[in-house]
């Protein structure tokens, strides 16, 4: 049998053990409470500001059909006439990349979203490029190339395009002695990009899908 003295004190450590896990389950539990109370606090600072990012988007998305739309329908024309690319030229431009640049109303339209997507360069380039390959006067194709250089390809150029720096070097081997086809490489690299990145999206964007919508009558 245990002493008096000793039955008190296995008590006292029993009541101790009892205190310190009722405060060990009351911390966690607090700590429930306050990570729940954070967490909830945090999705609604988040949800104004997903809300604001939706309502851009869509304010973006409006601007660029309406300033699609806005366009001057020819160089020569003195008023601005909407464009109104038809049902069958939309599906064409969905077909290929290729249909919808050697479209005049689907290069605009494609120009305006990569305008909003940060990387007009590379379809400027593209049409630079296709400008320089029709030109046949020797003087004028070096001036033209040393212009594209400068503009697209140097490094830190204003408007420079994503080439690594061995396609950089063929560009710069080609332009000792400028032809029609000098650029011909990083153009088909361009191309390959937005083929692949721009255009997608471009066809899954509020843009193309207004302006199906807007062909069809709607």
Known sequence: MLSYKAARAERTNMLDLFDTDTHTLATMRA??????????IYSKNLEPAMEKDNMKRTWRSRMLFKNFLLRKASH????RNPYRPTAEELNQWAESLDNLLNSKCGLIAFRLF??????????EFWVACEEFRKINSRSKL?????????????????KEVNLDFHMKETVDRCLLLPTQTSFQAAQNKVFFLMEHNSYPRFLESELYSNLCKYAEGE
């Open 31 to 40: 700590a429930t409470i306050d990570t729940s109370i954070e967490g909830l």
């Open 142 to 158: 070096r001036s033209k190339a040393k212009r594209i250089y400068e503009e697209f390809i140097k490094e830190d150029s204003p």
């Open 114 to 123: 990569m305008e909003s997507e940060y990387c007009v360069e590379n379809v």
């Open 76 to 79: 020569g024309t003195a008023r």
